[in-house]
């Protein structure tokens, strides 16, 4: 599983060809989370609040990256990687 960002401890990874909706995974120590891409929405799984607003803050920023990687994992192509948030 590829990862496309690292930040505050915080690992974002896209599976290859993966079932809709657009959505990636984020993981935060024992924590993860899938959160679809285009209503930014937790679709499976919690976070510890402060860790989820940062991933979902980041994810608003490069929501068209997120798509374009999304569509690149679907082609089994490398995503690539996309800013952290800083």
């Given at each position: 599983m590829p990862t496309i960002?690292?930040?505050?401890?915080?690992?974002?990874?896209?599976?290859?060809?993966?079932h809709r909706p657009p959505h990636f995974h984020c993981t935060y120590?024992?924590?993860?989370?899938?959160?679809?891409?285009?209503?930014?929405?937790?679709?499976?799984?919690?976070?510890?609040?402060?860790?989820?607003?940062?991933?979902?803050d980041w994810a608003e920023l490069h929501q068209t990256e997120l798509l374009v990687d999304w569509d690149l994992c679907q082609a089994k192509q490398q995503p690539k990687p996309i800013a952290p948030l800083e």
């Open positions: 960002s690292i930040f505050f401890g915080i690992i974002v990874q896209m599976y290859w060809n993966e120590g024992e924590h993860e989370a899938l959160i679809d891409i285009r209503t930014l929405a937790v679709i499976e799984g919690k976070m510890p609040r402060r860790a989820l607003n940062l991933v979902l």
